[in-house]
């Protein structure tokens, strides 16, 4: 058979998988069932079929490029300009094998086996006033970036939101009309350009000057040292530089775009909360009577001799002085 990735409808009508799908790999080839065409907006699922039918009604036929097994998972290169990059992923679930389809777009889209919470976030409620008041005012203000392309919603957080132009981050939370906090949202993709182009480290110099301030990346660390087109050892090693010269702006990989969401969200409701308590903490001090100047220790009885034997006044070596000694010392000092 030709070494073209091929891709025909599945002849049994009763299977919930309606294509076969033909990897290039071995002699014979490796022939699975499939529920789509490919990856496009999630993982396809597949299962192994018995074989190829001599009379497939082909519907794809694509040359490949490369097509080679690197431990669990067949690496797919296809001769066309469009959807060219894939995988197909062999794990066991259940003590069953099961095989993945996924594509670039599709692994990054990939959500973690988590559920993200519900509850406001406990620096949401109070924040616009001292610690423990109850929030009056609604749901948490997240200030957008003007410029943010395909800005979060916040659709599964208590949140309203509200579009200005930021000069540092791309959301931000203010009191009494200053921002206090602001968190830079980036793709690995886009971290990866931005450290290498020197970007990152003007934006993280501006975000410093802020009370508080951090980068979330919408993906895991790990996927850092998986890039192929850049040596990944110089991404990981420019993370580590930046980390080290802007230690008050954290670098968070949130793996997924929802936790990366969940994570701002929280963090600039504790961040907003936070400068509340401060506030409120410098108030108080600032109603607090001042002290008054501290008076001067008074002289002991050998200071004011010696000074009275220094001036040639008559005083006893031992015992008490006399009251006009010691106004005498008064009205020199």
């Known amino acids: 058979m030709p070494d073209d990735f091929l891709i025909a409808r599945n002849p049994d009508e009763a299977s919930t998988l309606p294509y076969l799908v ?29 074989g190829w039918p001599d009379d497939a009604d082909v519907v794809v036929r694509v040359p490949t490029r490369v097509c ?48 993200i919470p519900t509850a406001r976030a406990a620096g949401a409620a109070g924040a616009a006033g001292a610690p423990g008041e109850a929030d009056a005012a609604g749901p948490l203000e997240i200030v957008v970036d003007a410029h943010e392309r395909y800005a979060w919603r916040f659709s599964q957080q208590q949140v309203s939101t509200r579009k200005q132009r930021l000069d540092a981050g791309d959301y931000a939370v203010e009191a009494d009309g200053q921002v206090v906090a602001a968190v830079e949202r980036k793709s690995l993709e886009d971290l990866t350009s931005s450290l290498l182009n020197g970007k990152l480290r003007y934006a993280l110099a501006e975000l410093s000057g802020l009370p508080r301030a951090a980068v979330v990346v919408e993906e895991r660390y790990s996927r850092v040292f998986a890039l192929t087109h ?75 001799r010696a000074w009275a034997l220094a001036e040639g006044l008559a005083v006893s070596d031992r015992g008490r002085l006399r009251p006009e000694i010691w106004d005498a010392y008064r009205a020199a000092h």
């Open 68 to 115: 080679v097994r690197r431990g669990a998972a067949i690496e797919l290169v296809l001769d066309r300009g469009r959807e060219s990059r894939s995988q197909f992923v062999l794990t066991h679930v259940k003590g069953r094998e099961a095989i993945f389809w996924q594509s670039a777009r599709t692994a990054k889209q990939a959500r973690p086996a988590v559920r």
């Open 230 to 304: 850049v040596r990944p050892a110089v991404v990981a090693d420019a993370i580590a530089e930046c980390q080290a010269r802007y230690p008050a702006v954290p670098i968070v990989f949130a793996e997924t775009r929802a936790l990366a969401q969940e994570w701002t969200y929280r963090f600039l409701a504790a961040a907003l909360r936070e400068t509340a308590a401060e506030a409120h903490a410098e108030s108080r001090m600032a109603g607090l009577a001042p002290a008054g100047p501290v008076s001067e220790p008074a002289p002991s009885t050998a200071v004011v």
């Open 22 to 50: 033909r990897i290039p790999l071995g002699e014979h080839g490796i022939v699975l069932k499939s529920k789509d065409t490919w990856p496009r907006t999630s993982k396809v699922y597949c299962h192994r079929a018995d």
